[in-house]
């Protein structure tokens, strides 16, 4: 899976801190190893691998990378970005059967091959990379909304994570985008899988999103209005949670948050409904990429170790 190399000095190495990381999310996971240290940071090793979505699978991989990153670079630190309702205590996943192929995942099998783990939702880990490596220096509350194939969120508060009473907050994906009718999860209506379900009630045939916004650039009009319905429950979700927090700035990242026309659109939309007229908010894009989540999971190693 990893490929040999050469392996580095220890005195290369003893200046800084090594960590371990993943960004486990419903498709994808993304292992590294990031070094930090006199104020900065660097990604010594990064590789992705499908989501096999099946447990015993997914430790294979993680246990692959944590034994070969540990040879390498003298490290047994583990931080771990995490889909689903985390139990940091546990060092367990709960309600994520759609990602682990398992309704409780648990990471205790890294604590017996000797590492020390620290795991937490992706949706904080989000919006911890951002606060302290991203758009976010300098202010003290921010809203996070990472867009991909489902929404996750995070809120820093005062520059603290907040997890609320239960390790479950922020949990946006499931906030109700239809208030007149059967629950209907925002996700399911704005984030990459709505967008897909949508176009497929539409013309009756399965496409990634991706695609759908390449086609609407070509003008099709039926992808056009997805998209289109699709920025707008999105701003409108936005501008609520806004009533509620009170940020001082909404930072979007995910694979959706690269379609600008997109997220702008959300944005005006956002605006229009916000409550308070006279706030300043400020709306950002992530240029962190896929590296946010791992930036955050490392943080809060740190904070927590």
Request: one cysteine or more; hydrophobic letters at 40%; charged letters at 25%.
């Amino acid at each position: 899976m990893f490929a040999a190399r050469e392996k580095p000095s220890f005195e290369k190495y003893m200046l800084a801190k090594k960590y371990i990381c993943f960004d486990i999310g419903k498709t994808k996971i993304l292992a590294a190893v990031l070094k930090v240290g006199r104020g900065r940071y660097d990604f010594l090793e990064i590789a992705e691998r499908k989501n096999p979505k099946n447990p015993k699978k997914i430790q294979e991989i993680i246990l692959e990378f944590c034994n070969y990153a540990r040879a390498e670079y003298w490290t047994k630190k583990v931080a771990v970005s995490a889909a689903h309702l985390v139990d940091p205590e546990k060092k367990i996943v709960r309600q994520g059967k759609e990602c682990y192929g398992t309704d409780i995942f648990s990471f205790q099998f890294l604590r017996e091959a000797g590492f020390s783990v620290r795991i937490e939702n992706d949706g904080r880990c989000f919006a911890l990379g951002e606060y302290h490596f991203g758009k976010s220096v300098g202010l003290k509350n921010i809203l996070a909304i990472n867009l991909g194939t489902e929404i996750g969120g995070g809120l820093i508060i005062s520059g603290a994570n907040y997890t609320g009473a239960h390790n479950s907050s922020l949990e946006i994906s499931h906030i109700s985008a239809n208030y007149l009718g059967p629950w209907a999860g925002w996700a399911g209506a704005c984030a990459g899988k709505g967008i897909e379900n949508s176009y497929r009630r539409k013309m009756g045939r399965k496409v990634a999103a991706k695609e759908i916004f390449s086609e609407a650039e070509k003008n099709n009009q039926v992808a056009k209005e997805v998209i289109s319905e699709a920025a707008d429950i999105l701003g409108k979700g936005t501008a609520s949670i806004i009533n509620i927090l009170d940020p001082e700035l909404i930072v979007f990242g995910g694979s959706l948050s690269g379609q600008k026309k997109f997220i702008e659109r959300a944005v005006r939309v956002a605006r229009k409904n916000i409550f308070n007229k006279y706030a300043n908010y400020k709306f950002a894009i992530s240029t962190l990429g896929n590296k946010a989540n791992l930036l955050g999971a490392v943080k809060n190693f740190i904070d927590s170790a």
